[in-house]
């Protein structure tokens, strides 16, 4: 900075080499998500195995990037903590329901890795995608302006409904659990 001032070069060029590494990061997620896609087109390995990884992370990173472009905020760069603790509560969360599935039995992974470690870790970067890849893409859609032109009117919420779909819902998780042939 010292040598900038000293030659006379603007402050703005911070910010400027900014949107340039931005548009090198939005281009970089692109190519990646493009790349894998066409190895999944063509089975290619190591892509066929881990394309998920590599398409939502690239996702996640490419509507970091652009949300940038468009709003001057990024939850990577900005909110580094949120980031995190989104994508750790994404594992916790999932975590419930590969534990719910255990007693359901209703999916299981075909093509995993053989080695438990490898298999573990790629769950939980692959869990992790799930709560940062809502709020990248509400930010992208919120800034877009499309959410503003719907009108919904507002729910009338009292005690009574909050029983009510309270306990839908803990039925809805528990009648599964108790018959899991019948659902």
Known sequence: PLAARAWGVATAMPARLGLCLGGMVLLAALAV???????????????????????????????????RRRTGRSLL?????????????SVAWWTLFEALNLR???????????????????????????????????????SLGWLGAVRVSPLRWGRAKEALVLALGAACLLLPLAWPDLF
């Open 33 to 67: 998500l493009a790349s894998a896609t066409v190895g999944l087109v063509l089975l290619v390995e190591p892509v066929l195995s881990w394309y998920f990884h590599l398409a939502w992370w690239s996702y996640i990173v490419a509507v970091d990037a652009l949300n």
């Open 104 to 142: 359901l039995g209703n999916w299981y992974y075909v093509m995993d890795h053989p080695s438990r470690a490898v298999r573990w870790t790629g769950g939980v970067l692959a869990f992790a995608t799930v709560l940062p890849g809502i709020v990248e893409t509400l930010a992208l859609v919120e």
């Open 77 to 89: 760069r900005d909110e580094p903590r949120r980031f995190v603790w989104l994508a750790v509560g």
